[in-house]
């Protein structure tokens, strides 16, 4: 069978060899009637040409005659100029003569011509001789051409009249046959469109609509009609449309069923947020049946208190290209509520609203009974831990009473235990502060340099007790920040990388302006050590809650794994970043970086 390609190609070619042929014979025959009417131009010239010898020589002869009779040079001028002209004309007629128009006739009057010039050139010179008998018999013999010529030129005309009107004859029938040729390419023009059409149609366009049906069944779902037979392209597509059809059915399928079988609610609303479609876990979910559902106003379905900002949600959901995030609690059918999380998006094509709704009363139970264990930590324990510490201050003081050397030490280790757990209670709160929204950064000017001297001046003693050396490379540069909250994450650092590093080594604290962006830039602070530096699996767990990193060979360093959770927070609150490089066994580079100005953030935010 055919390609589609060379169907499509025999379609142009046929009828363009079709046309060429007409035109051919077209342009065959108008050069035939070209070449018939310069044929007739040139029998007819001839025919004027004869006539015009014809009366040039008896005009000559009359004019010699006259000049012997009367000896008038007025005649004798006119015998020579009419020479002249006579073999100008017979010059002229014998060009046209030449080739497939020269006839015998035509070569007899030529030869005639010839002799009655030659005839004059001889008689010319009878204009001063006295009248003799060889005049006399050149006279006759002129007399006796002039007959001939006569009679020679008659057959002449009658025979270019033949010619003329046969070549006119020929004209009309290649006329005719031109306008024959043109008719006939004009109905066998109609005769091959309607031809191409019905091949067009009963092969090609039967078949694209097949395909055009198909596809369309493919987008909205309904099955595909029989394939098409053959091996051409068009029947190749559409078993590439078929195994397309059967690809998507199996898609749907899968979708279908992860859908109908997750615990997620997912519906359709309408631009009323009337229920268009939902799957099978909003009947574990409420209680409710599906098709109690289907055509509910799923507003209806919330919190009287929730329902006004829900709405508002749904309406900016209509007007936004992207996602809309929002919280609200769904009725249950047995009345109570359920805390669910929406993310909607608007479909503009079907006008429908897309819901996945996640039931996260679970989450929000663990988040109140967090609180309740943060206000029970803030209260309950950091309270009388406050208190303990301030009796144990009391013991050290001898205001109990005196005490040896043993009852000291246990106090002192008590108060450093105290100590501890109220550090720690205080860094899980700000942790949490900063988790939930209320970390407060209260902002002032300062510069780069008073920052880092307060921090390295905190953490000195602690160095020189290992004898490690601390080293700067930094210039005093203005800052907006809350002070206070970065010398925390300052000392944080610079304690980490002295308790990290081995005695008699260097901690250098760096600082510089850098361009992060194009015409962005942040000030960046590190703090470099020659410690143990951290294994690679563990670095992304560096800042995260709860979570100490040692390395391999030095073990875990005491401690309650916030404080860098709590560095983290502050940087972002900054609006900054903070990060880790290390080379296990070369030491670490702990870096963040924030914005050189805060203005758009007011005081105590």
Not at 84 to 106: F, I, Q, S, Y
Not at 238 to 244: F, K
Not at 305 to 311: E, G, K
Request: glycine share 6%; with cysteine; charged share 30%.
């Amino acid at each position: 069978m055919l390609r589609t390609t060379h169907k499509i190609a025999l379609l142009i070619i046929v009828p363009l060899i079709i046309e060429l042929c007409f035109l051919g014979v077209v342009m065959s025959t108008v050069d035939e009637l070209e070449k018939d009417r310069m044929a007739e131009s040139r029998a007819v010239e001839s025919l004027v040409y004869v006539n015009l010898i014809l009366n040039d020589t008896w005009n000559a002869a009359g004019s010699m005659m006259m000049f012997k009779a009367t000896q008038t040079d007025r005649f004798i001028l006119e015998f020579h100029d009419l020479n002249n002209v006579l073999t100008g004309h017979a010059t002229k007629l014998k060009e046209l003569l030449e080739g497939d128009t020269e006839t015998p006739e035509a070569r007899e009057f030529l030869s005639i011509v010839e002799d009655i010039l030659a005839t004059f050139k001889t008689t010319s010179g009878m204009i001063d001789d006295e009248y003799e008998v060889s005049n006399v018999r050149l006279i006759g013999k002129l007399r006796t051409f002039i007959k001939e010529l006569n009679s020679t030129g008659l057959k002449v005309i009658e025979q270019q009249t033949r010619d003329r009107e046969r070549y006119q004859k020929k004209q009309v029938l290649s006329r005719s046959r031109v306008k024959m040729v043109l008719g006939s390419a004009a109905v066998a023009n109609v005769i091959l469109a309607v031809t191409l059409a019905i091949i067009f149609s009963l092969t090609f366009a039967k078949r694209f609509k097949v395909l055009m049906d198909n596809t369309m069944n493919i987008a909205i779902g309904k099955p595909l009609g029989d394939p098409l037979t053959g091996t051409d392209e068009l029947a190749l597509l559409d078993t590439v449309i078929h195994n397309l059809s059967t690809e998507l059915e199996i898609t749907r399928e899968k979708e279908r069923a992860m859908i109908d079988n997750t615990a997620v609610i997912i519906c359709s609303l309408n631009e009323s947020y009337r229920i268009t479609e939902v799957n099978p876990a909003v009947e574990i979910a409420t209680g409710y049946d599906i098709a109690e559902l289907l055509g509910s106003n799923m507003v209806s379905m919330i919190h009287e208190d929730d329902r006004d900002r829900v709405f508002d949600r749904l309406e900016n959901c209509k007007n936004s290209a992207s996602e809309i995030e929002f919280e609200a609690r769904l009725r249950k059918k047995d009345g109570r509520f359920l805390s669910t999380e929406w993310n909607a998006n608007w479909a503009a094509g079907s006008k429908s609203i897309f819901c996945v709704i996640h039931d996260i009363t679970q989450r929000k139970e663990a988040e109140r009974l967090k609180q309740e264990v943060i206000a029970m930590v803030s209260h309950d324990l950091r309270a009388p831990l406050t208190s303990l510490g301030v009796i144990l201050d009391m013991m050290m003081e001898g205001i109990v009473g005196e005490l040896n050397e043993r009852g000291n030490r246990l106090v002192r280790l008590a108060k450093q235990s105290v100590s501890s757990l109220i550090t720690m209670i205080n860094d899980l709160l700000d942790v949490e502060r900063y988790e939930s929204g209320g970390l407060l950064l209260n902002y002032e000017r300062t510069t780069t340099d008073e920052v880092l001297e307060n921090a390295i001046g905190m953490i000195k003693p602690e160095a020189d007790k290992k004898q490690i050396r601390i080293e700067k490379g930094f210039e005093s540069q203005a800052i907006r920040l809350d002070p206070e909250r970065i010398n925390r994450v300052l000392v944080n650092l610079l304690s980490n990388a002295v308790k990290f590093s081995p005695e008699n080594s260097c901690v250098m604290v760096l600082c510089k302006h850098i361009e992060i962006r194009r015409d962005e830039f942040m000030f960046e602070f590190k703090v470099i050590d020659e410690g143990p530096g951290i294994p690679a699996e563990k670095r992304k767990l560096v800042f995260e809650k709860f979570k100490q990193v040692g390395s391999g060979s030095e073990g875990e360093k005491k401690g309650s794994g916030l404080g860098l959770a709590i560095c983290k927070a502050i940087v972002e609150a900054h609006g900054g970043e903070i990060g880790v490089e290390s080379v296990a066994g070369a030491g670490s580079t702990f870096w963040f970086r924030i914005p050189p100005d805060q203005e758009n953030i007011p005081e105590g935010n």
